[in-house]
C-alpha cells in the first residue's frame, strides 16, 4: 500500500485562544498547528468556544471561573460579590 503525497498533506492554522477570567482580565495565547484530519483538530478545542474563522485563522474563546493571573500575583484569591 502506498501513500500518496496528497492524502498526507498537513494544514496550516494560526490559532488564537482567549481566555476570559472572572475579573475580566483576558489573556491571549497564538499557537501554529499543523492539522492532517481536521476531526482531531476540533476534537483537541471542543471545549473552546469558536469565535471566528477562516480557511488560515481559527479564533476560540474560552470563560473561566477564577481571577486571572496577575490578580493572584497581587494577593487577590477571590472576588466579592
Known amino acids: 500500500m502506498t501513500i500518496s ?3 498526507t498533506k498537513v494544514h496550516t ?3 488564537t485562544l482567549e481566555t476570559i477570567f472572572e ?3 483576558k489573556a491571549v495565547e497564538q499557537r ?3 492539522v492532517m484530519a481536521m476531526e482531531d483538530f476540533w476534537a483537541k478545542y471542543q471545549a473552546w468556544q469558536l ?3 477562516s480557511q488560515e485563522q481559527v ?3 474560552s470563560q473561566v471561573e477564577e481571577v486571572s493571573p496577575l490578580v493572584t500575583l497581587s494577593g487577590y484569591s477571590t472576588i466579592a460579590p
Do not use: Y
Request: charged letters at 50%; aromatic letters at 6%; a negative charge.
Open 59 to 61: 479564533k476560540f474563546r
Open 13 to 15: 492554522i494560526d490559532v
Open 51 to 53: 469565535v471566528d474563522m
Open 32 to 34: 501554529v498547528e499543523e
Open 23 to 25: 475579573d475580566g482580565e
Open 5 to 7: 503525497a496528497q492524502e
